[in-house]
């Protein structure tokens, strides 16, 4: 064994590194803030989408057949409106030969239009009775139907029976209803018409509190004395009858202009205006009606023509004003914060569309990609294990290991036990990159104490494991060198397997296969099964595609000389096993997997370190694949990875993961709001070809399907946990960011690898 003197330069303080990594974490945690309130506003514009389409908050109950004791008989047998001046129930009719043509359950952009085109071209006014939500999704259409001077009243805000609803439930769908108005067209109303009323005796003890509540607070409610009907399409005629009153009788009429396939009024609505105006019959607003009501009980004009009082709330008497008298001008904080609801709907109407077509992309992209890995490792399996299946003469030769460590008192011991059972010659490379834990003497006694001369142990100052295994390949005696981490343990016949495919002259680079050999905790399961399904199965569909993005730190063998004309291990980005990956490909050289090349790692063993590990992996393959961008425009073989690989890695490592939580946010939006078996199902369906996909990972791996029993598990909680490490990652590329090599608390419990198995 022999050893090299530490590097002369100036030593660097104790805990630098652990100063810069301070630095580091808290320059990072914005962009983890941002990174959440990403994921934040998201679900809120899901939510605020679902409340607008009464897919959240939604309340189809409708009470029928309640008693109407408690409401006064001059209000079940008196006129349409109900209104409380001085807290008593007054109702209004509407005067003989008049019609106060009414609407409901708009705007709707199909229908509402049509039905103001007509209105407009007869010049007859109407009062719509609009629903909020839609109000805010069509707000155009809102102002559209004010400046044509027509009225506008609350249907409240998610078309809910309020007789169910608790006082703060109504004050809410009120409020957000005039807040839509007030955005939309820049004025409140004080008319109101609840869903589900009809004729004044639909009043019941349970509504009648509502109707009480809403007249104290200024409110007029308006009911109908004729019902077109014309929500159960009986036919045009039916229509234009049922919504005739008799006996020449002034009436408030209703039809539908939204809440579903409208044709028939749109036929019947010109023919009724025009029977009704050929039997004399005039048409107003409900504030009209009130006017005239007012008008009719006023004291006679005075000298100078003097015109008496103005209704309530300023109304003049003529013209447009007295037709829209119920309409107020929305100002202050009312007009802005009704303006931001119609921004903040105008984002969720264009967002979620448009996450919805992600979410189909993301979902074929996904099941392409299980179809795909299943078919092309089954064929990989089959290919290389074939008895016939050479790479050629058996490589025998010494190969050079290295083994960069930093701070790794830990493990270095059963990494180098590990390595003296190799049934391949190798000589053995630590580079202790500035280690302040007494790494190099622990790595120097276990090296004396089994015996083994083929270790060297090098000292430099902290650089960076770049840096390290740098050092470690200008060191290395021979023409292929295998690189592996301080916390790994080889088998016997690792190294032997490993370096099997540089009988191939064209192989640059093998991969090895990278388990888990801390598994029999919760976190460490999850990513045992992570490592055979995901890892392996994608490094043998790559392998067939010659396309292979990375050779993991843990395991992976390179010719000397391919590694040197690339330059070495790039400082470039925080995957330096990616980016030389790369490189190689890049350079023209193959690269392979070699899936009966088995080393055992240590995985984080908490969430926080394996956060950090993902970010840096994350973070660092789009450094990679943003550096070699130009591979796809490569001529030749050389330009196989940016023709094939960059698109699969981009599509599968970084597109279909960002977008991939909305699988998992739709499945619970639905699961809640929409249709909880079929949601279920459908993610039990996701699910069973999850695991279909992992027990033949597992059985080509010959690993243990009882792992398999945490899966649900990992899908619930792993899984989201992953999907924000990448959203975090995407953040900091987008933002600008540096790591340095990040080093995580081991406890070396990963020994000998037959105990791991």
Not at 62 to 69: Q, W
Request: proline share 5%; charged share 20%; hydrophobic share 40%.
């Amino acid at each position: 064994m022999t050893t090299t003197p530490p590097s002369r330069g100036r030593r660097r303080a104790p805990g630098r590194m652990e100063r810069a990594a301070g630095r580091a974490a808290a320059l990072q945690r914005p962009r983890t803030v941002l990174a959440l309130l990403l994921l934040l506003a998201l679900t809120c514009v899901m939510l605020l989408d679902g409340y607008l389409r009464s897919e959240v908050g939604g309340d189809e109950r409708v009470r029928t057949g309640a008693s109407s004791s408690d409401v006064p008989d001059d209000v079940t047998d008196g006129g349409p409106i109900l209104t409380f001046p001085g807290g008593q129930a007054t109702t209004v009719s509407v005067p003989d030969k008049t019609i106060a043509l009414t609407f409901d359950d708009g705007p709707d952009p199909t229908w509402t239009p049509q039905v103001l085109k007509i209105l407009e071209e007869y010049d007859v006014p109407a009062t719509f009775f609009l629903v909020g939500s839609m109000v805010s999704r069509y707000p155009d259409i809102v102002d559209d139907l004010v400046d044509q001077g027509n009225e506008v009243g609350i249907h409240t805000f998610t078309h809910v029976d309020l007789s169910y609803q608790s006082d703060a439930r109504i004050t809410r769908e009120i409020e957000q209803t005039q807040l839509a108005l007030a955005g939309a067209a820049g004025i409140t109303t004080t008319l109101f018409r609840a869903p589900y009323s009809a004729e004044m005796d639909s009043i019941d003890n349970y509504s009648w509190p509502v109707y009480k509540k809403l007249g104290a607070d200024g409110y007029t409610s308006v009911f109908i004395d004729t019902d077109s009907d014309d929500w159960k399409k009986p036919g045009v005629s039916k229509i234009i009858k049922w919504a005739t009153p008799d006996d020449d009788e002034g009436a408030s009429v209703l039809f539908h202009d939204a809440g579903g396939e409208r044709s028939q009024t749109i036929a019947a609505l010109p023919k009724y205006i025009e029977k009704m105006q050929a039997k004399g019959y005039t048409f107003t607003t409900i504030s009209g009606v009130m006017a005239e009501q007012i008008a009719d009980t006023a004291p006679a004009a005075g000298p100078a023509g003097d015109a008496g009082q103005a209704p309530q709330g300023g109304a003049a008497q003529d013209g447009t004003s007295q037709l829209q008298a119920a309409h107020h001008k929305a100002t202050g904080t009312t007009l802005y914060e009704g303006k931001a609801l119609i921004a903040a709907v105008r984002v969720a109407e264009w967002t979620v569309p448009a996450l919805s077509v992600g979410l189909t992309i993301v979902g074929v992209a996904v099941m392409g990609r299980f179809g795909m890995m299943l078919l092309l490792a089954r064929r990989h399996y089959r290919q290389r294990n074939k008895r016939r299946f050479s790479w050629g003469p058996t490589v025998t030769r010494p190969v050079s290991v290295i083994v960069p460590a930093y701070n790794e008192k830990e493990c270095i011991a059963n990494t180098l036990r590990s390595l003296a059972q190799s049934t391949h010659p190798i000589e053995v490379i630590v580079v202790d990159d500035g280690s302040t834990d007494g790494t190099s003497e622990i790595a120097r006694e276990a090296a004396r104490s089994l015996g083994m001369t083929n270790v060297r142990v090098i000292r430099q100052e902290n650089a960076g494991k770049p840096a390290a295994l740098n050092n470690g390949v200008r060191s290395a005696s021979h023409d292929i060198v295998v690189m592996m981490d301080g916390d790994t343990v080889f088998e016997a016949d690792t190294v032997g397997q490993l370096v099997q495919p540089f009988a191939d002259p064209g192989v640059g680079a093998v991969a090895g296969n990278a388990k888990v050999g801390n598994r029999n905790t919760v976190i460490g399961a999850w990513q045992h099964i992570e490592y055979v399904m995901g890892f392996n199965l994608d490094r043998r569909m790559y392998d067939l595609l010659r396309c292979m993005p990375t050779i993991p730190g843990a395991i992976g063998a390179f010719r000397r000389e391919a590694v040197l004309q690339v330059g070495g291990m790039s400082e470039d980005t925080l995957a330096e096993d990616t980016d030389i990956t790369i490189a190689l490909h890049r350079a023209g050289w193959r690269v392979v997997y070699q899936e009966h090349a088995r080393a055992w790692t240590e995985a984080p063993g908490s969430l926080k370190q394996l956060w950090s590990q993902r970010y840096r992996w994350s973070y660092g393959t789009m450094q990679a694949l943003w550096k070699h961008r130009k591979s796809l425009t490569d001529k030749g073989p050389s330009g196989r990875f940016g023709r094939v690989g960059m698109p699969l890695v981009v599509l599968f490592q970084i597109v279909t993961p960002v977008f991939a939580p909305l699988i998992d946010v739709f499945t619970v939006y639905a699961m809640i709001f929409v249709d909880f078996k079929a949601s279920l199902l459908a993610w039990l369906a996701v699910l069973g070809v999850q695991l279909f996909c992992a027990a033949y990972a597992f059985r080509l791996d010959k690993e243990k399907y009882r792992y398999l029993l945490m899966m649900p598990l990992q899908q619930l909680a792993y899984r989201q946990m992953m999907y924000l490490v990448l959203i975090h990652s995407c953040v900091t590329a987008l933002t600008g960011g540096r790591l340095r090599w990040q080093k995580l608390k081991r406890t070396g419990e990963v020994g000998t690898p037959a105990g791991a198995s």
